[in-house]
């Protein structure tokens, strides 16, 4: 069965990097649309950035736009979110997750995120 | 930015109750509308997607109605298994947006 597992999550201080990683498996992972989402303690989901599933197109949410880049590497089913200069709004719980469509063409929208991994916790301290 | 307005951001309702969730986005996005239950320490779950499509597994009593700006997520038959906070997204346009959540309590 599909399954998408985080890691790197930690405490880091204002301003410094971390690196987050998603693990997949059990289904053609090149072949789709992988996204980021955080939620932040006791509040809502946030869409924060979608690669797609050759890497060619990425997106991002305004609030993370330049300090946050996702790559993946199809080899390895493994998706990354560096995640630079970080800032305190950025503590939340970060899940990564599979979208729904197969081989979405190029300017085509997903139709949702349809596997979730468990999340990966990020602190920013100051 | 698409924004998205979801009400109520709670109710409560008792077991076999029908209850209803409503979502605005603040420009037409077509049929491209999904909805989420979350329960408390746990990764949301996809319910629906494009609107009405209800996702693998998931049982009848869900369903979504709308187009463009208006939409709506009604569970008939409410069960105990069916309280969690629920989310709209917009798929539509990047970057994608979810509502504030409604959280469904027992009464």
């Known amino acids: 069965q599909v399954q998408l597992v985080e890691s790197g999550g930690g405490v880091v201080q204002t301003g410094r990097s971390l690196r987050l990683s998603c693990t997949a498996s059990?289904?053609?992972?090149?072949?789709?649309?992988i996204h980021w989402v955080r939620q932040a303690p006791g509040k809502g989901l946030e869409w924060v950035a979608i690669?797609?599933?050759?890497?060619?197109?990425?997106f991002y949410a305004a609030s993370v736009q330049g300090r946050f880049i996702i790559s993946r590497d199809n080899s390895n089913n493994i998706v990354n979110l560096q995640m630079d200069n970080v800032r305190s709004e950025d503590t939340a719980l970060y899940y990564c997750?599979?979208?729904?469509?197969?081989?979405?063409?190029?300017?085509?929208?997903?139709?949702?995120?349809?596997?979730w991994g468990q999340g990966t916790r990020v602190a920013v301290s100051s | 930015d698409i924004q998205m307005t979801q009400s109520p951001p709670s109710l409560s309702a008792s077991v076999g109750d029908r209850v209803t969730i409503s979502c605005r986005a603040s420009q037409g996005i077509r049929n491209d509308l999904g909805w989420y239950q979350q329960k408390p320490g746990g990764a949301p779950k996809r319910l629906i997607y494009?609107?009405?499509t209800l996702h693998n597994g998931v049982p009848p009593r869900f369903s979504g109605n709308g187009f463009g700006t208006e939409f709506t997520l009604t569970i008939s038959n409410l069960q105990p298994e069916d309280f969690a906070t629920y989310y709209c997204l917009q798929h539509h346009t990047y970057p994608w947006t979810f509502g504030q959540g409604t959280t469904v309590e027992i009464k």
């Open positions: 059990g289904y053609n992972f090149a072949s789709y649309d």
């Open positions: 494009a609107t009405s």
């Open positions: 690669i797609s599933r050759d890497g060619s197109e990425k």
């Open positions: 997750a599979k979208d729904g469509r197969w081989r979405r063409a190029a300017g085509a929208t997903g139709n949702g995120m349809d596997a």
